[in-house]
């Protein structure tokens, strides 16, 4: 791929247990303790499915915080960047405006329109979206904004689920 061609970037997140001593323990003693996981978060060129940007965390870490960590990978340009109602905040919209992209992310179904102090200047492109989606209404929007575009994003961890298994191990040598 060109890297000076824009992308239109899909991100989505997903969980991988974590795998040693304590799921051995488990199984072997009946000691129970929570689980650990980490969350996978990548980055997909819609065109290629291609991935740009990955970023590993913790359970407790939101989709929405990892964003800018994820575009921060990526080099080409973005013409539009995509993701589910994890990433309805203004900071997502303003982190993928700062790139000069289009954000296609459905509002939450309890969403509102946030007033601006300054009525003058320009809408937030969040509250765009919002109103655009309460006029025309959610299905249409979706079809309208390329959203159901963001599904391969889910593809591209299906492939890697599918290559490596949905478990890290540690290896040791």
């Known amino acids: 791929m060109p890297k000076d061609k824009a992308v239109h970037v899909v991100v989505d997140s997903t969980g991988v247990k974590v795998y040693g001593e304590g799921e051995w323990k488990v199984r072997t003693h009946g000691v129970g303790k929570r689980r650990k996981e980490r969350k996978l978060h990548l980055g997909v060129d819609e065109g290629s499915g291609e991935i ?21 990978q990526i080099e080409q340009p973005i ?30 179904s309890n969403a509102k329109i946030q007033q601006h102090p300054h009525s003058k200047l320009k809408p937030h492109p969040r509250n765009e979206n919002l109103r655009y989606c309460n006029q025309v209404g959610r299905k249409q929007w979706k079809q309208e904004s390329g959203y159901h575009r963001r599904s391969l994003s889910e593809t591209a961890i299906f492939r890697l689920k599918i290559i490596f298994g949905g478990k890290l191990r540690r290896r040791f040598a």
């Open 52 to 72: 740009l940007g990955a970023v590993v965390t913790t359970n407790d870490i939101a989709d929405c915080e990892v964003l800018p960590d994820i575009l921060e």
């Open 79 to 108: 013409e539009q960047g995509g993701g589910d109602g994890g990433y309805d905040t203004k900071a997502c919209y303003d982190t993928i405006s700062q790139r000069g992209a289009k954000a296609t992310i459905p509002p939450r």
